[in-house]
């Protein structure tokens, strides 16, 4: 695909294509920084807008879906450093303290998907090393696929699975021990 001759229809069929073959990926990905399942469902159709509009700059230089993960990840980091965002955060917050938690079935779901030890000790994580966690263990991403999305050197990337690994090991194995006394 050369930069500016894609067809509108070219653009929609390509569209389709990567929302079938990648939305989970980047559902999941965005979710994993927002912590929130509608507000990343809003951040991922911002995504696939973001990427429909930038398509006529993609060069080939990785797979389509690098380039897509790519998107995710810079839009992820671009919402959350956005004063405005930090601010609802705080008030959603302040918010759930004062009222408590509402019962709602579709909640009561919800917090029991996002209870999971294994989510909640990756979700624990700093965020650099959380994202490379992720894309490699959960996407499948080799380490130099993901250095390209972050735009790292894959020794940082080997570097930060490696700590991010072994912070997970002691995050469970404290819980574990929490847990069982």
């Known amino acids: 695909m050369k930069p500016g001759t894609v067809s509108k229809a070219e653009k929609d069929r390509l569209l389709e294509k990567a929302m079938t073959e990648y939305g989970n990926d980047v559902y999941y990905i965005v979710y ?8 990343a469902e809003d951040l991922t159709q911002e995504i ?7 398509m006529d700059t993609f060069r080939e230089d990785s797979t389509l879906k690098t380039w897509i993960i790519s998107v ?26 004062v009222k408590g938690k509402m ?15 294994l989510i909640q000790s990756v979700l624990s994580l700093p965020i650099k090393y959380r994202e490379v966690i992720f894309l490699y263990y959960f996407e499948e991403m080799k380490l130099s696929e993901i250095g390209a999305c972050m735009d790292l050197n894959t020794n940082t990337v080997k570097t930060r699975l490696t700590r991010g690994k072994a912070l997970l090991g002691s995050t469970i194995k404290r819980n574990e021990v929490y847990n069982n006394g």
Not at 32 to 39: A, F, G, T
């Open 32 to 39: 994993s920084y927002v912590k929130e399942h509608s507000l």
């Open 48 to 54: 696939f807008i973001k990427f429909y509009q930038k």
């Open 72 to 97: 995710a990840v810079n839009h992820c980091k671009d919402y959350l450093r956005r004063w405005d965002t930090r601010m609802v955060s705080i008030s959603n917050k302040i918010n759930d303290m």
């Open 103 to 117: 019962g709602a079935p579709e909640q009561t779901v919800i917090e029991k998907e996002e209870n999971s030890e």
